[in-house]
């Protein structure tokens, strides 16, 4: 275990880090209009996105400014889940409608 803040940051950049990912958001979208939501609330060409897969994505509001960054797995031809570390209320309720 590293001992202080030089030697953390060698042993990730090197080895391996470990992060705690519990505290983000998991949100599950399924259907057949899944896609063109998640076309429309984020930065990426999620057609390109084959099931088993996933990419890095912004979340952006109605006026097209940055919300959140997120990754974003194809689980199925028709269902993802989004991964975001956003307590906004707002990236939930851009994408509920």
Known sequence: MPSDLADEHEAIRTRAGL?????????????????????YATS??????????SVYATMLNEAGKFVD????YRTGPNAFMV???????????LMEN
Request: aromatic share 4%.
């Open 44 to 53: 990426r060409d999620i057609s390109k996105v084959y099931p088993g897969k």
């Open 83 to 93: 991964v975001h570390g956003s307590g906004s209320g707002h990236v939930l309720a």
């Open 69 to 72: 960054d997120c990754v974003i």
């Open 19 to 39: 992060m705690d990912v519990s505290g983000l958001k998991k949100v599950h979208y399924v259907g057949p209009h899944a896609e063109s939501l998640l076309e």
